[in-house]
């Protein structure tokens, strides 16, 4: 039986990097648990996020999974290390592919950095991008009106694209060519984000280079899935899943089935 890449974020936000692994990476299968009864994270206590990003891996561990990918930037941001240091099967974030990425993409060196509060107070894109190249100017802004909008799935509303143009208005009159989209949720609204900063700024999202990462580390670790066979990929959320189910089917553009594990979070929140 094929070992699975667990991905794990705090709603559907984290399916815009499984769609990435499906593409990149056909043969593998996905065990995805989205947190949508405790969403958004961005607002929350550190202390939480990494409590119920710990919750979390217990939960996805019983499927053994070959690696884990915490597809949450907030989540990566506070709980990465932790995780890393309690499980002894390779953890990758969010943060560093998505740094990477802009870099490569930056003309002029000016790089801006929207997420959730606890992303963007946490400091982890600047310090990245900077470990890269300490010459970089980082120009960050939380968006916290964002995620709600997606985990209701009204990312294609007239209320997202005014969300977005009200969210986004403080970085206008910044020199940045290139935008980190510092939230998995927010490749959802990828279009509305890229009509406000104009087609001269390009939009950067790390799902493409953390599958590629993915796909580095197993090859490098001979885990990389070469049976031939059709994956089977398993969704579990922890609120109600029809919402979820709609916005997977509709981003990844299959059927799947999503599994609710009311009791398993309420056990793990004792």
Known sequence: MAQAIAILDSGVGGLTVAKEVMRQLPQEEIVYFGDTERAPYGPRAAEEVLKFTRQIVEYLLQFRPKMIVIACNTA??????????????????????????????????????????????????????????????????????????????????????????????????????CLILGCTH????????????????????????????????????????????????????SGTPETFQAIAQEWLGEQIRVSPVFWQMTRLSE
């Open 76 to 177: 990566t941001a506070i709980a990465l290390q932790h995780i890393r240091a309690q499980v002894k099967i390779p953890v990758v974030g969010v943060i560093q592919p998505g740094s990477r990425a802009a870099i490569k993409s930056t003309k002029n060196g000016s790089i801006g950095v929207i997420g959730t509060e606890n992303t963007i107070r946490s400091g982890a894109y600047h310090q990245a991008l900077q470990a890269i190249n300490p010459h970089t100017e980082v120009f960050s802004l939380a968006c916290p009106r964002l995620v709600p909008i997606v985990e209701r799935r009204m990312y294609r509303s007239p209320e997202a694209k005014q969300t977005v143009e009200q969210s986004l208005r403080p970085l206008l009159g910044s020199p940045i060519d």
């Open 186 to 237: 927010y490749p959802f609204l990828t279009q509305a984000i890229a009509d406000v900063v104009g087609p001269k700024v390009a939009i950067i999202s790390s799902a493409d280079e953390t599958a590629r990462e993915i796909s580095t580390i197993l090859h490098h670790r001979g885990q990389l899935e070469q049976s031939g066979h059709v994956p089977v990929h398993r969704f579990f959320c």
